[in-house]
């Protein structure tokens, strides 16, 4: 026996090791606590800002876009994230939100998106309508094939350049931009 360590009774020293947990894990949450540790929550100030830009003509393409959106949208609202997503239109990209086949123009309807439009005209519209996606129609395109605004879709806006608005958008009010490729 050392004479200069005190006996300590067994029972106390029993007593000690159960409580060896909870301090060390009282001791790691005032730790956490003091370096600033937090629960994330969620902020009500957030928003997902996204613009797609669809200057293509593949109706594929402009499908995995839709796609592509829709599994989005789904994502914001399933965790309570505010959003603005736009599909700013640009030259070949006129051809999905008209019925007009715009014959005689470098735009006109094939056969693909002839067999598509429907499906792809109200798949586009369930996004406008139930989800908030913004449609915006480059100008210069539109006046470019002689195509009187009644003939687009009544939920386009028009915009003076389609090139500059997505600019605008992504260095003026901080969108991301993406493009199906």
């Not at 603005?84 to 998106?113: C, K, M, Q, W, Y």
């Not at 369930?126 to 470019?144: F, K, Y």
Request: with cysteine; hydrophobic share 45%; glycine share 4%.
């Amino acid at each position: 026996m050392n004479r200069f360590r005190p006996q300590v009774p067994l029972k106390a020293q029993a007593q000690a090791r159960t409580r060896r947990p909870w301090l060390v894990f009282t001791a790691l949450v005032a730790l956490a606590l003091a370096m600033g540790f937090s629960v994330p929550q969620a902020r009500a100030d957030v928003e997902a800002k996204v613009v797609y830009h669809a200057d293509y003509a593949d109706p594929r393409r402009f499908s995995a876009m839709l796609t592509s959106i829709n599994n989005m949208v789904t994502h914001y609202q399933n965790n309570f994230i505010d959003y603005d997503v736009r599909i700013v239109f640009v030259s070949h990209g006129i051809r999905f939100i008209t019925d007009n086949p715009l014959e005689g123009t470098p735009f006109a309807e094939d056969e693909a998106l002839a067999e598509e439009r429907d499906n792809l005209r109200g798949r586009l519209m369930s996004l406008v309508n139930m989800h908030g996606v913004r449609l915006e129609l480059c100008d210069i395109t539109r006046t470019a094939v002689q195509l009187a605004k009644e003939e687009m879709y009544e939920v386009v806006d028009y915009v003076p350049s389609g090139v500059v608005r997505i600019a605008q958008l992504q260095n003026e009010e901080g969108f991301a931009y993406l493009k199906i490729e």
